[in-house]
């Protein structure tokens, strides 16, 4: 229980100096230094540059960045985040506000100093690594000389690990489609727009595998409810001519010429999604194949999906944004920015960040800060089509109504 000391002690006094029997009441106040909470680090999240899949005895480097907070209301000292490395990692490079060292290159450390209640740092290391079998885990946790809470400092099974999955080995002689991507994810409602698709296929194999020959990427399109898909183009000879228009279920298939073994080939094709309905589905799945049979029945698939969106109809949720830290620099917010002065309000007293009203749970000014921090994210970034602007969004947060825009945040996020 809070309470009021100088109260408690003026009852007393007076009790006493009435020569009666004495009681001490606890008048409840406001908080003092009495009641503060000590200084508390929380390892806040953990993030690769990789999401993966990524594929076995293929060397890559890799970019994690940690994200530490002080959520108490004291200055923590000596503070220490800690990085353990991937097994068969190697460490190149770190970032943070002081040198970060590895001795025995398994662990990395980071001594970060005194963090100021409410602040964030975040550390930048780089490590090299040649997946084997398994995902590559790499989790970080924070230390520092006091503090409160030391269930939410990080380490494996926390916001803190990160994985990413390995593809299994595939035998010699076996064509792979590693990837399909389209150059957008969703279009607008009504609108005939081009989708440039990318498929990557590897051969594998060693100096003695024989060539794949003839090898022909297929690409199945099932556009449900759609109007229709008209190929426009590829970097190889298809078996459609450009303009032609697609239906449900029909193939395109491109020539990529020979292979040798353990190369890579990458077919790109053009598509326009003619007059667009909300409700349709454009889905396509890629596979290859190859006149010598070797790849019979060792061939992986792809696919790529694009959704058709109302305008205005995008929305990213505040669990979202808290979990996705390395979009915020593309909406121009840091998880750092003060909510306060972002926003133009004086709501919270000691001032909290961007992040940490984002995290905040509950109703009233909670839900005010969470949704608010939500929807200025959604509305400033340019790949969320919000329907709402950064000057609505702020002038919400301001008058302390945001039931429009945490129904919005609820709406498709495009970079999901």
Partial sequence: MKFNRVAAALAVAGVLGL??????????????????????????????DIAGPVDTGVPIQIKYTVVVQNSGSTSATSVVVTDQLPTGATYVDASSTSVCTSADGSFVNCPLGTIASGGIVSVTIVANITPGLDDIVNWARVASAIDANTANNGGPGTSCEDVIPVRPPVPAGTLVCLDKTGSLASVEEGVSTNVVYGVSVRYTGDAGTPDATNVTVHDVFNATGASGVQFMGASVACNFAPLDILTAGQTLSCNVG????????????????????????????????????????????????????????????????????NEWGAAGYSPADDFDATFGTNYFNPNIS?????????????????????????????DVDYPFTVVEVIAAVQAGNVDALATANEQNCPLN
């Fill in 19 to 48: 020569g009666a029997s004495f009681a001490v009441f606890l008048v409840p106040g406001p908080a003092d230094a009495f009641n503060k909470p000590p200084a508390d680090m929380a390892c806040v999240a953990k993030q690769g």
């Fill in 258 to 325: 020979d292979m040798t073994a353990n190369t890579e080939t990458l077919l790109t094709a053009t598509f326009k999604l003619l007059n667009p309905a909300v409700a349709d589905v454009f889905a396509n799945q890629a596979n290859a194949t190859a006149d010598d049979g070797l790849t019979t029945g060792n061939v992986l698939e792809c696919a790529a999906e694009v959704t058709v969106e109302d305008v205005g109809a995008n929305g990213c949720t505040p669990g979202y944004w808290k979990n996705h830290l």
């Fill in 354 to 382: 961007l992040l940490q009203a984002i995290n905040l749970g509950g109703g009233g000014l909670n839900k005010v800060a969470r949704h608010g921090t939500a929807a200025l994210l959604s509305a400033a970034h340019p």
